[in-house]
């Protein structure tokens, strides 16, 4: 039961409502009473909506239990039925959405942040709540606009479909030795049981959830975190490795090398099928994503489309265009080819293991194929939260970077060379801004990443830029 908390609107920080989720320090920031606000916020949003119930779900974190108790009770203080799934990765959440007789859910999860951080990820009728819907929860807080009754809670653990769903839908070839780094989150046991069930020699790397992730922080996207992988594998003779973040939206890979193969060419890898089997669809990735991909899709027979930076915006772009691929270079790959177009790293693995099981050559030899030009990971700068969109408008009206170059201020400014490309981009999640370089040469990287220190540095010298 929800009890009435003096200044209670003054306990939620409108700091954690961010672009894409609602995302805090655990202990800080979402308190037991914060929490029951949020989630009494969100009941009687949907209550106002006219939606009866929603579906919820928590990640491995340690905090995370407690935060889903504080949350399902708001929600039943308003009135709201609540469908527990338990335990679960972001993808069972998403699933659920669209088998259980509700299409409401909320995800609590860190996602791949360090262990102190948790937050929410909502969906309200399949979408992926974005910014100004996250923001309308915070005023309705502050104006303490909440509607009172009392909901009713139902258990439903749905993991064994969830896995008997992928499972049919996946036919290997031959059977393939995988190395599977959980990163202690909850898709490692689950993705550990899928992969098993579907014939596959597993041999399980932090696939048991320790919420406090003592083998390396949940982001697949990080190089630093794939090392014991990267090793895993060679020492195994495997003929592949996968991560998984801390919920599983996000997938890393590497070949039977060893070798990191980056998230956009593995959407290279699946574009290149699903176009084939589907010509002139359309393929969606976000402006850090190699101009090999664009070139790709289109030498292949699909649109492509670049766009902005974050899973909810992705998706929501992947509707408009009913695009049946789309991806992220952080690891998020959606997919509507076969599956309900959200961002689930589990079932994007099964897809990647089912093509390369019709192949048989090494990894290394089957994603040679896919152009590679030499780039940068992503560089983070610190920047203050206000600053760095003046510094980004600053920076598209920059004659250097705009000279022999296209342009795109869809999300930051990206110039694209004859021989290479750069990025620069307000992060929407941090205070940061975030770089990317590529080149088809050593001397054309530098010479990009040149171009834009330069400019940054004439228009931002408060900045520290590490290059």
């Given amino acids: 039961m929800v009890e009435e908390v003096p200044h209670a609107k003054a306990l939620v920080s409108q700091s954690i409502f961010r672009t894409y989720d609602i995302r805090g320090d655990a202990e800080q920031e979402l308190s037991q009473e914060a929490t029951e606000q949020i989630g009494l916020a969100l009941g009687s949003e949907l209550q106002s909506r006219g939606e009866k119930s929603i579906i919820i779900a928590w990640d491995g974190r340690l905090s995370s239990p407690k935060i889903a108790q504080a949350m399902q009770d708001g929600l039943l203080a308003s009135g709201t039925n609540v469908i527990s799934i338990g335990a679960a990765t972001i993808g069972m959440l998403y699933y659920a959405c669209h088998e259980l007789e509700t299409s409401n859910g909320v995800m609590i999860t860190g996602s791949h942040n360090p262990a102190n951080i948790n937050g929410f990820t909502i969906v309200i009728n399949r979408k992926s709540l974005m910014q100004e819907q996250l923001m309308a929860l915070y005023h309705r807080i502050q104006r303490q606009d909440f509607i009172s009754g009392q909901g009713a809670v139902e258990n439903n653990d749905l993991s064994r479909d969830y896995i008997e769903r992928i499972q049919s839908d996946i036919q290997l070839s031959r059977p393939l030795k995988v190395v599977l780094d959980g990163s202690n989150g909850i898709a490692g046991p689950i993705g550990l049981q899928l992969l098993k069930t579907m014939g596959l020699d597993v041999i399980p790397l932090n696939c048991n959830v320790d919420g406090s992730f003592p083998s390396h922080q949940p982001d697949p996207s990080k190089s630093a975190n794939l090392v014991a992988l990267q ?20 997938i890393g890979i590497v070949d039977e090398q060893g070798s990191i193969i980056s998230p956009d060419r593995i959407l290279m890898f699946l574009a290149k099928d699903i176009i084939s089997r589907q010509p002139g669809c359309d393929v969606v990735y976000d402006v850090k994503s190699s101009r090999r991909l664009t070139q790709l899709i289109s030498q292949s027979g699909g649109r492509p489309t670049m766009w902005k930076t974050g899973h909810s915006l992705m998706k929501a772009k992947m509707e408009e265009l009913n695009a049946v691929l789309g991806g992220e270079l952080s690891g998020h790959i959606f997919l509507r080819d076969r599956w309900y177009g959200f961002d689930d790293s589990l079932y994007v693995s ?22 590679n030009d030499i780039s940068t990971t992503e560089i983070t700068v610190d920047s203050d939260d206000k600053r760095k969109f003046t510094i980004i408008q600053l920076l598209a009206s920059e004659p250097s970077l705009q000279e022999g170059a296209r342009i795109s201020v869809i999300d930051g400014i990206r110039s694209d060379f ?42 931002a010298p408060e900045l520290t830029i590490p290059f």
């Fill in 231 to 250: 090793e895993a594998v060679k020492e195994h003779k495997a003929d592949i490795g996968i991560a998984f973040d801390g919920d599983g939206d996000r």
């Fill in 350 to 371: 099964a897809r990647v293991l089912e093509l390369l099981s019709h192949q048989f050559e090494p990894v290394s030899n089957i994603f040679s194929e896919f152009p």
């Fill in 418 to 459: 004859a021989d290479g490309w750069g990025l620069v981009r307000a992060s929407n999640t941090s205070p940061t801004l975030t770089l990317r370089f590529a080149g088809e040469s050593d001397e054309a990287l530098e010479r990009i990443k040149a171009l834009f220190k330069e400019a940054l540095s004439r228009h």
